[in-house]
């Protein structure tokens, strides 16, 4: 396997393909589809993030909102309070996830606090996390933060303040950005470490890998990387609740389309991300009809158990394989 | 601030907490023996909680007269859960575990949304609003007959591991499965026996507790945590620890309630769940992995 | 540089006051293959999982080519050139073969992962494995699997191999290719091997000194010609077929 | 989830035991003769109602829907012509923005909506892009209309309003008892609605010179499964009365808990927190749920619309209570409808001027006819002594809406029969 067709041919045609029809969607399509995208883009990043740590390296974690709620805050309270731009709110949330990433990460690799006690761990430092933030009255405590809403009507790409079509731009920006990312972090040999520690944690360590360092630089990486994501709910939503943004709800909700893709591809997530809100979508019309509240999450419950009875792996190796997509392996 | 009031707190604290121990109990067994987390947990004591409430209300049937009922009803859907669904993901990696078991929840949670409405369901009994004075001491009536509850179920379960055949069986699966199958025991139905005594653990903690809180369908979530939180003090799979790590929970909410701020209890008890997991993993009373 | 490629001195471990391995002391010369024998829980994989760093020892030094390499981890021992197999194998399963062996051949070059791949692919042609290189290793059989540990360890580009049982289950013929595919890097590269084997056969055919073990204590060691006929090597492995 | 009811009464939000009481109701508006009066409007106003119907918020959520419901015979009859749009936010603000664009996309003309404060920004964010005015029927957050959005209008008080309002009234229940407490212990919940009350309440306190000190103040968490430790530090301040910052569950476990702990007060108030109005507080609580107050803005018994209002719900919903959700959410569907009727279009500019220069009197809460500053703020909505009295939320003050008098200092709860 060589660098040139670790992405085959056909497959390189259809993702150039996907993109330039994200790309021109909002010429066709209108405010609620557009939103609707964002959604998926905004899940499909979310789950990209998450997957650089629990699919390449074999790490779960449970608590991710904890990095979504730091880089939503750094960057919303920075700009709500100074005016700081948010690049630069970007760039404090980063470090910051990357410093509490690293912290949990820390703690839970060096004391040996591995697989559902590694998770449980992570949502303990989530949960924390939520009920400081209810108490920190410079970022609104439980009442909330607030960002300044502008009435300008050119979007300001620089303060983040606009439409949604430059959302929409944003965000798809990032996913693809991560996609990338992502390819390029497997294809170097901290991706060939990674995959290695997750199969086999002992086999690697035999092999002379470092793997805390390993370890340590995806949750890094997944932290800042999430952080980042967390910044873009910050601006597009424009309020921040502790309840909402570091609840544990947020964090299943994050990893949900990344397994439902197929966790560890590179596609998975944004398959996942895309069949879930369409099953959440066709759900609501459905549940419309039917008339009664509850049977959408109902349904949902019911369609993830059949994805994971019949698809554990995923639907994206699945398709993939009927696509005749497997030039690579992934 | 006198010591009697810090007497008082911490009465309450402890009483709640043995009633915390027995429903994360449940959750213990079923990891303890099986290796599964149960996700569904705080729904499966939602569900119980349910089922009192309508005792009560249609039938007149007391909490503790209703206890063995729901108990028993939980235990036959557990075994059913267990036969029909979990078994065929024992093998699979913890994240689709924990998946399926989220899904499951998600079911549970909002069936109950649509059978019962969102709002908040209690009983009112008599005892419902008296205390027993023992000197400057005020214990609150049903509070000591659902710790006093909790600790009866306990000990029923710990002769039960300790006693009967069954329990013999499932603590020599749990130990090691393949030596169990070699010696000709079916694990699996001992698998789905001890889920169904997982789930009546919750279910008579869901009886008890209505006691003391009122139900709503969006409880769940809070509850599972709370379990994991208790069992991972106390150490996955100790019974001894589920109850201790109640107690401690109960006691921390309590204690830091009043010295600090109440709105920061959870924060204790999920910094206390830091600390243990970072110091002894395996939990207060558990055995190393 | 002279001196030996590894020196084992007093080596000992006990666990929870249980002594599996006590006072062993040999040497595994430059450019020689020697192998560790013994009974079914004589401490050999003891002895080498103290040598890889799976564990420290209790006392005792270890020394390889000239530097001590007493209680460092495991993949600091790796990285200081000693590459090892598992007795039960452990591949990456999700992994193709080709980047099993690359996993372990990335420490080198910068982390070229083509100049890695490479040296994988001839790795895997060494070890007639270079067809199946785009396999995923789950689908490896057992015998091709004991030769991916070999790869994998070879990858690293160790001044010694440590190799564990890596003919354990292999037919005869299996095991015959496996005694050639070391022989050759032994001669051909120059490769210092030490490894446990059960196979005599493949003891006598490979190893220019052997070293015996019964409970965690050497009683003899040599040529396989002289250790075969030791008095007490008989009588322990005798005894152990009466017991 | 977005609907076009023809019949609006047919809701999404009902489950299974409420079913047949919507039927009931459904029952009812036919009778109002639906078909004959909508066919004479012109383009009635297509309003999209975005309320939680569903998630953690859905017990409100529904209460609010049912107003909506309820109140929409009544509106016809009045002479207004409304098509609702129901659409579920599922109590989370992302889904209620997506659900807004929606309801935008298929053609509303107008947004009600969203009881919580959050999933109200993020909606009135989206109206503010699209130009299509919002009215917010419940929401206490201040940021709503201190935003700077041009298209929102709020007929509810914001926190601290509320708070302040709800202080004021309190030297009025000194005054009529003739009871002065000197101390007082305040027990808050600790989330958006809590922190924004004890703001207010905090700022206010030394400015408006009221007779008694706050001596001691307990949050405690939105998600406390029992408030014990928290009472026992509220018992241990020693204060004469009690203030509280509730919800409905942790009202219950609040007084319930009160009760088992005897802790004597003169009486458990609010400045202006739901809860202890609502029927499953009477319910769970019974006697011990009497002498409770509350000081909101309320249905003013004395106006016929309100009556109305009260008559349709109890006959529709028998089971449930006709509390401030319903009345604030039927008011603002009335908001909505007497802007679309003077606009005399559908043109979101013309019902946004409309809504500007809104002036009702023939309303149902409390207070004069309904105003909006040039924020979109109604600031005319004052509140009332509401207190549990006979099983029921009954008004005690200002006196010319009285109901019934004031009792403070309560009996105690061991004479309680």
């Not at chain 1, 369409?278 to 109902?298: C, F, M, N, S």
């Not at chain 2, 599964?36 to 909680?49: L, P, Q, R, S, T």
């Not at chain 3, 910068?110 to 895997?124: F, H, S, T």
């Not at chain 4, 508006?29 to 004959?36: E, F, K, R």
Request: proline share 4%; glycine share 10%.
């Amino acid at each position: 396997m060589t660098a040139a067709n670790l992405l085959s041919d056909r497959r390189a045609i259809l993702l150039l393909g996907l993109l330039a029809a994200l790309a021109a969607a909002p010429l066709a399509a209108g405010d609620y589809a557009l939103s609707i995208l964002i959604t998926v883009l905004l899940q499909a990043y979310l789950g990209m993030a998450w997957n650089v740590m629990m699919g390449f390296a074999g790490q779960f974690s449970l608590g991710h909102a904890l990095y979504v709620g730091l880089g939503a805050y750094a960057g919303g309270a920075l700009f709500a309070h100074f005016g700081t731009p948010p690049l630069v709110g970007a760039l404090a949330g980063m470090v910051v996830s990357a410093v509490a990433g690293s912290i949990i990460g820390t703690l839970g690799f060096r004391f040996k606090v591995m697989g559902v006690y590694f998770a449980l761990l992570t949502i303990a430092f989530a949960e924390f996390t939520r009920v400081l933030f209810d108490h920190w009255n410079w970022v609104g405590a439980s009442s909330g933060l607030f960002l300044p809403v502008s009435h300008s009507v050119n979007d300001d790409f620089w303060n983040l303040r606009g439409s949604a079509t430059m959302f929409y731009y944003v965000i798809l920006g990032m996913a693809a950005a991560a996609f990338l990312f992502s390819r390029a972090l497997l294809g170097r040999r901290i991706g060939y470490y990674w995959q290695a520690i997750r199969e086999d944690q002992d086999a690697a360590d035999a092999l002379g890998i470092d793997v805390f360092r390993a370890k340590m630089v995806a949750v890094i990486i997944s932290a800042s990387m999430t952080s980042l994501g967390g910044l873009f709910i910050a601006f597009y939503n424009n309020n921040l609740y502790p309840e909402s943004i570091f609840s544990m709800h947020r964090s299943i909700e994050l990893m949900l389309g990344t397994i439902i893709g197929g966790i560890g591809t590179l596609f998975g997530p944004i398959l996942g991300a895309v069949a879930l809100t369409a099953l959440g979508e066709a759900l609501t019309v459905i549940g419309a009809h039917i008339g009664i509240d509850g049977v959408k999450q109902i349904a949902y419950g019911v369609c993830l158990m059949v994805i994971l009875a019949f698809r554990p792996g995923g639907l994206w190796p699945w398709l993939r394989h009927r696509l005749r997509l497997d030039g690579g392996r992934r | 601030m006198d010591a009697t009031f810090f007497m008082n707190v911490i009465s309450a604290g402890l009483l709640t907490g043995l009633v915390y121990g027995l429903m994360a109990l449940g959750l213990s067994v079923i990891f303890g023996v099986m290796r599964v987390v149960n996700f569904a947990h705080g729904d499966m004591m939602v569900v119980a909680m349910y089922a009192t409430y309508l005792l009560y209300t249609k039938l007149g049937l007391q909490p503790l007269a209703a206890l063995p009922l729901v108990a028993g009803a939980l235990f036959v859907f557990g075994y059913v859960l267990q036969r029909v669904l979990i078994n065929r993901f024992l093998g699979v990696t913890e994240h689709i575990q924990f998946l399926l078991l989220l899904s499951v929840a998600i079911i549970i949670t909002n069936v109950v949304l649509m059978v019962f409405g969102p709002d908040a369901r209690n009983i009112q009994l008599d005892a419902s609003f008296e205390s027993y004075s023992l000197g400057p001491l005020v214990l609150d009536k049903v509070r000591v007959i659902a710790a006093v509850g909790a600790g009866c179920v306990a000990a029923l379960l710990w002769a039960f591991f300790r006693y009967t055949t069954t329990g013999t069986a499932i603590r020599a699966c749990a130990d090691n499965p393949v030596g169990a199958r070699v010696v000709g025991l079916d694990v699996e139905k001992l698998y789905a026996v001890t889920f169904g005594v997982g789930s009546a653990c919750v279910g008579a903690a869901g009886c008890l507790l209505l006691l003391l809180v009122d139900v709503h369908p969006h409880l769940s979530s809070d509850y599972t945590l709370l379990g994991f939180i208790i069992v991972i003090l106390g150490g996955l799979g100790s019974l001894g620890g589920a109850l201790l790590g109640g107690v401690l929970v109960g006691l921390s909410e309590a204690l830091s309630g009043v010295l600090i701020a109440p709105s920061l209890k959870t924060m204790f008890s999920f910094g206390l769940l830091i600390l243990v997991l970072l110091l002894r993993p395996q939990g207060i009373l558990g055995k190393k992995p | 540089m002279s001196g030996p490629m590894l020196s084992v001195e007093n080596l000992g471990k006990s666990f929870r006051g249980l002594r599996a391995v006590n006072a062993v002391e040999f040497q595994v010369p430059r450019g020689d293959i020697v192998a560790l024998i013994g009974p079914n829980g004589a401490g050999k994989t003891t002895t080498f999982n103290l040598i890889a760093g799976a564990f420290p020892p209790s006392d005792g030094r270890v020394t390889l080519d000239g530097a001590d390499i007493t209680g460092l981890d495991q993949a600091r021992i790796c990285r200081a050139g000693i590459g090892r197999t598992f007795q039960i194998v452990k591949p990456f399963a999700g992994l193709t073969v080709e980047e099993n062996v690359m996993v372990g051949a990335l420490r080198h070059d910068g982390g070229d992962v083509e100049k890695a791949r490479k040296a994988a692919n001839d790795i895997l042609d060494l070890l007639e494995l270079g067809d199946k290189a785009l396999q995923p290793a789950q689908t490896l059989t057992l015998p091709d699997r004991k030769r991916l540990e070999v790869a994998k360890a070879l990858a690293t580009r160790p001044k010694l191999l440590l190799l564990d049982e890596v003919m354990a289950g292999l037919r005869p013929v299996e095991c015959d290719r496996m005694v050639a595919i070391l022989t050759g890097l032994n001669k051909e590269h120059g490769l210092t091997i030490l490894l446990i084997e059960h196979v005599m056969r493949a003891v006598m055919a490979l190893s220019d000194h052997v070293v015996v073990l019964h409970h965690g204590e050497k009683i003899a060691e040599g040529t396989p010609a002289e250790v075969t006929s030791h008095p007490k090597v008989l009588e322990c492995y005798l005894g152990e077929d009466h017991g | 989830m977005s609907d076009h009811t023809q019949n609006p009464s047919t809701s999404k939000g009902i489950n299974r035991r409420q079913f047949a009481t919507t039927v009931a109701a459904g029952a009812l508006v036919t009778a109002g003769g639906l078909p004959i009066r909508s066919a004479r409007a012109a383009t009635p106003l297509k309003l999209g109602v975005l309320l939680p119907r569903s998630g953690h918020l859905a017990l409100i959520g529904q209460a609010c829907q049912r107003g909506i419901d309820v109140g929409m015979p009544i509106l016809r009859d009045m002479g207004y012509s409304i098509e609702l749009m129901n659409a579920d936010t599922e109590s989370n603000p992302d889904v209620g923005r997506t659900q807004a664009e929606k309801l935008i996309r298929e053609g509303a003309h107008m947004l009600l909506g969203c009881f919580d404060s959050a999933t109200t920004l993020a909606v009135a964010g989206v109206a503010e892009q699209k130009g299509i005015p919002h009215v917010v029927n419940i929401g206490s957050e201040p940021k709503i209309t201190e935003q700077g959005f041009k298209y929102v209008f709020r007929n509810f008080p914001s926190a601290p309003t509320l708070g302040r309002q709800g202080l004021m009234l309190y030297k009025d229940m000194f005054a009529a008892s003739g009871v002065t407490p000197k101390t007082a212990v305040l027990l808050h919940i600790n989330d958006s609605f809590g922190m924004g009350m004890l703001g207010g309440i905090n700022a206010l306190m030394p400015k408006l010179d009221l007779p008694f000190t706050i001596v001691e103040t307990i949050g405690y968490d939105p998600k406390a499964r029992d408030l014990s430790i928290e009472v026992a530090k509220a018992k241990a301040a020693k204060a004469d009365f009690t203030m509280v910052v509730t919800r409905l569950n942790d009202a219950i476990l609040l007084v319930r808990e009160m009760v088992k702990q005897q802790v004597e007060t003169m009486g458990i108030t609010t400045p202006g927190s739901p809860g202890m109005y609502e029927k499953q507080f009477f319910k769970a609580l019974g006697k011990y749920a009497e002498f409770c107050t509350t000081n909101v803005p309320w249905f003013d018994p004395k106006q016929e619309v309100g009556n109305q209002l009260i008559h349709a719900f109890e006959k529709a919903f028998p089971e449930e209570s006709c509390d401030i959700n319903v009345s604030f959410s039927f008011e603002a569907a009335l908001i909505a409808a007497d802007a679309h009727k003077r606009a005399g279009s559908t043109d979101p500019q013309a019902l946004t001027e409309a809504l500007r220069t809104t002036n009702i009197t023939k309303r149902a809460n409390l207070g004069g006819a309904i105003t909006f500053d040039a924020k979109g703020q109604n600031v005319n909505l004052p509140s009332a002594v509401v207190q549990n009295l006979g099983g029921k939320p009954t008004v005690v003050l200002p006196s010319q809406s009285a109901e019934a008098k004031l009792a403070f200092p309560m009996p105690g709860f061991k004479n309680r029969t």
